[in-house]
C-alpha cells in the first residue's frame, strides 16, 4: 500500500493541498502505477471520493488541490477541523493497493481572520504608538494589517491610511504589531488634531482568504501632546531662605494640560539683575525651589521660568517681583528720650545702617511693670517718636508711679526683614514719669476779708507728680 499522506496545507486562499509518495512496491518491477484515489473524511467519520475535485492529471503527480468551498459543502467541514484523507493506488495489472493510513495532523479549514480587539494608544515621545494584539487568525497566517486613523480634515472627516509610518504591509510592523505616528505631521498638521485631544483608529487583520471584521474605534489613551503652557504663576521668593549674596524662589510644578499633556523634563530659570540682559540659570532639572548665588548686595532681580517637555521649551512666565539682594539692617543706635512737653516722651534714634537695601520700618517696644517688653508702634523710616505719659501709665504698660524709670527698644527692617533688637536703653532723669498734682489734703482757710476783699491761705503741695507747681 501506498505510504500514509505526507501533508496537507492550506494554499491559495484557503484551498487544500494533499500531497502523497509512491508505493515502496508496485507489485512487480516491470509494472507501473496508473492511478490513485483518494478519499477524504466527511464530517460525519464516513470517507468520501475526493478525486473528482483534484485537479486533472494532478493524481498522477501525487498531489490533489481542493477547494475550501467543496470541502465545506461535500465534506460538511466547518472553520477549523482538521482535514483527514486516505489514498490508494492501483498499477497497470489493474490491481489496486490497500488505502493508506490516514494523515494525523495537517492543515485545517481556514477562515478570513476573526474581529480584532480595540487598539491601545500610548505616548511615544513625539509620536502616539498605537499597538495591537495578533487576532484568531482562523488556520491562515496573517499577511497584512490596516492601521486606519480617522482624518478630522478630510472635509467631510473620513478615515486615512498613513502608509509612512504605519504601513500594515510591512514586515516589521506585521511581526512588532505596533506602529508610531508622528504628532506634528501627520496627527495636527495632516489630520487636523490638536493638543490635549485623543486620536481614533481602528485595526484589522488580513490573511490568504481575505480582511477580517475590524476592531471598535478607540478613542481613548494618550492624547496629542505639545510643549508646555505658559505657567500662570510667576516665581515667588522664600523669604526664610533669601538672604545677603542669596535668592531663594520658588516656582509651580507644571501637570496636565499645563505641561502640554507630556512629562516636563526639566524647568528653565531665568533672572534680570537691573536692567541687564536675561540669564538662563544653570539647568535646574524637576526642582521647584531654585536658588541664586552670588547676587551683587543692593541689585534688583526678577525671575521667569518656563516648562520643558520632549517637544521643547515652553513660553515663559510672566516675570517675578523685583527681589532686592540686601542683608538684614543693622539695629538703630544713639537711643535717647526726653521730655516733648510736660506731658510726652520723645525717644530718639539714629537710624540703622540699611544692609544695602532701603530702610523701610522701625518698631518700638516699652518695658511694662511687669519687665516684658511690649510693642508700642510701628513706624515709617523715621528717628524718633512722641509717646503721651498718660498712654504709658495705662495698659498694657501701666507705668503710673511717678519717677519710674522708662525704658525701650528698637528694631528696623529693609527688603529683607527686620534686623536684630536694640539693646534694653533707659530714659533715666532725662524723662521719668509724671502726673498730675495729687489732690490737696488740708482745705484752705480765710484768714481775712473786707468790703471788697477775702484773702483765702492754703497749703503748699508737696506731691506735684513729678513737676513743679505750675
Known sequence: KPSAITSIVAVNDGDIQITWANPTNIGGTSLTITSYELQVKHDNGVYADASSYCQEGSLTLRQCTITKANLVTNYVLAVGDLVIAKVRAKNSKNLWSEWSDANTQGARIPDVPAKMATPVVTDAGLKLRITWTEPNFNYAPITAYKISIWNNDAGPAAWAID??????????????KYCEVPIATPLIATYGYTAGNNIKVKVEAQNGLGWGTASD???TGAVITKVPEKPANVPTKVAAKTSGTTIVIDITALTGANAGNSAITQYNVKYVKDSDAAVLMTTQGLSTEITLTGATLGSSYTFTYAGVNVHGEGTYS??????????LPAAP????????????????WTAAT?????????KIYIKDINGNYVLADTLGAVTEKIIPMTTLAAAPYSLSTVGETVYFKLQASNELEYGPLTAATSCGGSATMKTVPSTPTIAPTITSYTETEIVVSYTAITSTGGSAIT
Open 163 to 176: 502608509t509612512t509610518n504605519c504601513d500594515g504591509t510591512n514586515a516589521q510592523v506585521i511581526s512588532n
Open 217 to 219: 474605534d478607540c478613542t
Open 318 to 327: 510672566d516675570a517675578s517681583a523685583s527681589i532686592k539682594a540686601v542683608e
Open 333 to 348: 543706635t544713639a537711643l535717647s528720650c526726653a521730655y516733648d512737653s510736660t506731658v510726652n516722651i520723645k525717644f530718639s
Open 354 to 362: 540699611d544692609g544695602s537695601g532701603t530702610l523701610s520700618a522701625n
